[in-house]
């Protein structure tokens, strides 16, 4: 027998470190060639490491949230062999996984998952399910696996419902139900007394959340931040979506997605950030330079399991407004089963993030450095207002903005909203010719 001495590779683009995501192996396990070994994090993936051999497990290197050094001793492994040690040279194998991005900023949709507290890392099956034979490994995504660890789910229990068996995110929702369900139901059979609740769970800040984090610190040191927050009437835009909602019908019979105020406000900043270039860039503060772009990249922030993450829509200066809602859908799925790629979460020129869905008359969100603009959308709300001297019922959005002051005057914030707001208010302006 033979020690086999695998180091953690390159796993692209001159990644310098990794961190220690999850371990899929322990000391004394037997492992299969191509057995998936460890996740690691990089700056924007999650990455699945396979072991290049077959072979026992003697020693493992790094707990999660550890950073290690591209080189550096990951796995020992006992294999049939006469040589003692790996040659230094000898060949490392990679599996990438889809990625999940760099995150911005504070976006909707799908309820962020807590951190997997340490005290559950251990923990049994919350509900009645599936038992593997031993040695059988369930299938799923890195993504699934991070969330079932963030949830202290043990994945070997989970029963999957995607095609062979695969473990897939309503899985995952379906077993933590029950197991809250069950637990619900012994404490109403035991009528107890309240009591006074003393635990303290300590949550690491790892993986994806200690990217947010990282990204969050640095985008507050670095850029001075201002809000400007205007109130727009949307009554218009809504009867004209929701008319073009219920038509649906594309020319030759296709059924065309369901337009959200998104694809609508995106195509009000392709039409209004020509007139401000100095909105639609991107800061390199290191070599002092502000790249400006004439094509518009619109980030989307979008909550997922994982944490939140932006995917692009490329070229939406190109795109009618049923293109722009697909490109959104599709990439707002990819996000959150952790299969957009590198190309889908990079690039973005300006940012758009809505918490209209949950409420709330504000927010002051933080810029996805290295842009200099964000543009926040908050609940569409129907009140009446003062028009023409009468009191009427109309649909009101404020629209809150974040500006990276070195690069963006107050002045030009101010006037660029302002002709956001004309174009929403008055729609039919969002599909004429501009003037030349």
Same mark, same amino acid.
């Given at each position: 027998?033979?020690?086999?001495?695998?180091?953690?590779?390159?796993?692209?683009?001159?990644?310098?470190?990794?961190?220690?995501?999850?371990?899929h192996?322990?000391?004394?396990?037997?492992?299969?060639?191509?057995?998936?070994?460890?996740?690691?994090m990089?700056?924007?993936?999650?990455?699945?490491?396979?072991?290049?051999?077959?072979?026992?497990?003697?020693?493992?290197?790094?707990?999660?949230?550890?950073?290690?050094?591209?080189?550096?001793?990951?796995?020992?492994?006992?294999?049939?062999?006469?040589?003692?040690?790996?040659?230094?040279?000898?060949?490392?194998?990679?599996?990438?996984?889809?990625?999940?991005p760099?995150?911005?900023?504070?976006?909707?949709?799908?309820?962020?998952?807590?951190?997997?507290?340490?005290?559950?890392?251990?923990?049994?099956?919350?509900?009645p399910?599936?038992?593997?034979?031993?040695?059988?490994?369930?299938?799923?995504?890195?993504?699934?696996?991070?969330?079932?660890?963030?949830?202290?789910?043990?994945?070997?229990?989970?029963?999957?419902?995607?095609?062979g068996?695969?473990?897939?995110?309503?899985?995952?929702?379906?077993h933590?139900?029950?197991?809250?369900?069950?637990?619900?139901?012994?404490?109403?059979?035991?009528?107890?007394?309240?009591?006074?609740?003393?635990?303290?769970?300590?949550?690491?800040?790892?993986?994806?959340?200690?990217?947010?984090?990282e990204?969050?610190?640095?985008?507050?040191?670095?850029?001075?931040?201002?809000?400007?927050?205007?109130?727009?009437?949307?009554?218009?835009?809504?009867?004209?979506?929701?008319?073009?909602?219920?038509?649906?019908?594309?020319?030759?019979?296709?059924?065309?997605?369901?337009?959200?105020?998104?694809?609508?406000?995106?195509?009000?900043?392709?039409?209004?950030?020509?007139?401000?270039?100095?909105?639609?860039?991107?800061?390199?503060?290191?070599?002092?330079?502000? &790249?400006?772009?004439?094509?518009? &990249?619109?980030?989307?922030?979008?909550q997922?399991?994982?944490?939140?993450?932006?995917?692009?829509?490329? &070229?939406?200066?190109?795109?009618?407004?049923?293109?722009?809602?697909?490109?959104?859908?599709?990439?707002?799925?990819?996000?959150?089963?952790?299969?957009?790629?590198?190309e889908?979460?990079?690039?973005?020129?300006?940012?758009?993030?809505?918490?209209?869905?949950?409420?709330?008359?504000?927010?002051?969100?933080?810029?996805?450095?290295?842009?200099?603009?964000?543009?926040?959308?908050?609940?569409?709300?129907?009140?009446?207002?003062?028009?023409?001297?009468?009191?009427?019922?109309?649909?009101?959005?404020?629209l809150?903005?974040?500006?990276? &002051?070195?690069?963006?005057?107050?002045?030009?914030?101010?006037?660029?909203?302002?002709?956001?707001?004309?174009?929403?208010?008055?729609?039919?302006?969002?599909?004429?010719?501009?003037?030349?």
């Amino acid at each position: 027998m033979a020690r086999y001495v695998f180091k953690l590779p390159d796993v692209g683009e001159g990644t310098a470190e990794a961190e220690i995501v999850a371990w899929h192996v322990a000391p004394g396990d037997r492992v299969a060639e191509d057995q998936t070994l460890v996740d690691v994090m990089t700056d924007k993936a999650t990455v699945e490491i396979p072991s290049p051999v077959a072979g026992r497990v003697l020693s493992i290197n790094g707990d999660p949230g550890a950073m290690l050094a591209v080189g550096s001793e990951l796995v020992v492994l006992e294999v049939e062999g006469v040589d003692d040690r790996l040659p230094d040279d000898a060949p490392m194998v990679v599996a990438s996984a889809a990625a999940p991005p760099s995150p911005a900023a504070v976006a909707v949709d799908v309820a962020p998952v807590p951190e997997r507290a340490a005290v559950l890392r251990d923990a049994a099956p919350t509900a009645p399910a599936v038992r593997r034979p031993p040695g059988v490994k369930p299938t799923a995504s890195p993504a699934v696996r991070r969330r079932a660890w963030d949830l202290g789910i043990p994945l070997q229990f989970v029963a999957g419902s995607g095609p062979g068996g695969r473990v897939l995110h309503r899985d995952l929702d379906r077993h933590a139900d029950d197991g809250a369900a069950e637990a619900v139901g012994v404490a109403v059979a035991g009528r107890s007394s309240p009591q006074a609740r003393t635990a303290v769970s300590e949550v690491p800040v790892r993986g994806l959340r200690r990217r947010i984090a990282e990204s969050m610190q640095e985008a507050k040191r670095h850029i001075p931040h201002f809000s400007y927050i205007e109130e727009i009437d949307v009554t218009a835009l809504e009867e004209l979506r929701l008319h073009l909602n219920a038509d649906g019908v594309a020319n030759g019979g296709a059924t065309r997605p369901k337009l959200t105020l998104l694809p609508f406000l995106i195509r009000a900043l392709v039409r209004a950030l020509p007139e401000f270039p100095q909105i639609n860039a991107r800061y390199d503060d290191a070599a002092n330079v502000v &790249h400006r772009f004439e094509a518009v &990249h619109a980030g989307i922030a979008t909550q997922t399991p994982g944490g939140l993450v932006v995917p692009v829509v490329r &070229h939406a200066e190109a795109l009618d407004p049923w293109q722009t809602a697909d490109a959104i859908r599709k990439l707002a799925a990819a996000a959150r089963d952790g299969q957009a790629g590198r190309e889908q979460l990079s690039g973005s020129t300006i940012t758009i993030t809505s918490l209209g869905a949950l409420g709330g008359l504000a927010t002051t969100p933080i810029i996805n450095r290295p842009e200099v603009a964000i543009v926040g959308v908050n609940r569409i709300i129907e009140r009446p207002v003062v028009r023409k001297g009468a009191v009427v019922v109309r649909s009101m959005m404020n629209l809150s903005c974040s500006f990276d &002051h070195r690069v963006v005057d107050g002045w030009d914030a101010a006037s660029f909203v302002q002709r956001v707001k004309a174009l929403l208010e008055q729609p039919a302006t969002l599909f004429m010719d501009q003037p030349r």
